[in-house]
């Protein structure tokens, strides 16, 4: 996707459903990519089925709940409060 991405947004690349026009993988889990500017906000979606979110920074970096990351870190949706 790279430079074609849209802006500031997550897009569903692969999903355990096929969802949304993903490619269908036997995993449950979803993998998204996004292209983020800097200073703006995105809410990564977590949930209690999906209760772990991977970050992978390609370039750059990332404040994530107070914490600054410039390459991957693993989230919790408990640690979201």
Known sequence: MG??????TL???F???GRDGSTEIRQSAEIFFG?????????VPASEPMPHVWLQVI????D???E???RWRRFT???SG
């Open 59 to 62: 370039s750059g970096g990332i």
């Open 77 to 79: 949706n408990r640690e």
């Open 3 to 8: 430079d074609a991405a849209p802006p500031n």
């Open 68 to 70: 600054r990351t410039e």
């Open 35 to 43: 292209r983020i500017d800097a200073r703006r906000a995105l809410d």
């Open 15 to 17: 999903s355990g459903s």
């Open 64 to 66: 994530v709940l107070g």
């Open 11 to 13: 897009s569903l690349l």
